[in-house]
C-alpha cells in the first residue's frame, strides 16, 4: 500500500524526468539551415570583347538565424551553364543583426578581375553574356549571380586605353 509520501516521491520523479527529457533536447544543436536570400547590387556590367574589367562586389546574405555563413567558390559561366573557369576566392563570416533590418546577414566585398581570356571564351561560344555564379551556404544553398554583357568597345562604358602628350617645337 502505498503512502502518500510515496506518491508524492513518485510524481517527483516523473517531473524530474520530464524536466530532464527538455532540457536536453533543448539544447541539442540542430543545423540552421536558415539561408534565406544573398544579393549584390552589381547585378549587370558591360564589358568589351578584348578587355579586362575589375569590379568591387558588395555581397549581403540574409539568414533567418545567426550563424557561420561560407561561400568556397564561384564561377564563370555563359548563360547556357557552360564553366569557364572556377574562381576558389573563399568568402567566411558569420551572419548577425544590424540596426534596422528585420534578420541577420552576411554582408562581405569580394574583388573581381574579369580577364579577357574569360570574355572571349564566352564569345567563342556563341554568347552575349558572361554569368558570375557565387554560391553562399549556411548549410541551404543560395546562389547569387551577376550578369555580364558581353559588347563592343564603345558599349562597355567609358575607359581610357591612350593618353598622348605632344608639343610644337618652335
Do not use: C
Not at 49 to 57: A, G, M, P, Y
Amino acid at each position: 500500500m502505498q503512502t502518500g509520501i510515496d506518491t508524492i516521491h513518485q510524481k517527483i520523479r516523473a517531473i524530474t524526468a520530464y524536466v530532464l527529457f527538455l532540457t536536453t533536447t533543448m539544447f541539442v544543436a540542430q543545423p540552421s539551415y536558415a539561408l534565406i536570400v544573398g544579393s549584390t547590387t552589381v547585378l549587370n556590367k558591360s564589358i568589351a570583347v578584348n578587355q579586362s574589367i575589375s569590379l568591387t562586389i558588395p555581397w549581403k546574405v540574409v539568414t533567418t538565424a545567426t550563424g557561420q555563413v561560407t561561400s568556397t567558390q564561384s564561377a564563370f559561366m555563359t548563360p547556357g551553364g557552360t564553366v569557364l573557369k572556377v574562381v576558389n576566392t573563399q568568402l567566411n563570416g558569420l551572419s548577425f543583426p544590424h540596426p534596422g533590418e528585420a534578420f541577420p546577414s552576411f554582408q562581405a566585398t569580394e574583388s573581381l578581375l574579369i580577364p579577357a581570356s574569360i570574355v572571349a571564351q564566352a564569345r567563342a561560344a556563341g554568347a552575349t553574356q558572361l554569368r558570375y555564379t557565387r554560391i553562399f551556404s549556411d548549410g541551404q544553398p543560395a546562389p547569387v549571380t551577376i550578369l555580364i554583357n558581353i559588347t563592343g568597345s564603345a558599349g562597355a562604358g567609358f575607359s581610357i586605353s591612350r593618353e598622348a602628350l605632344s608639343f610644337t617645337d618652335k
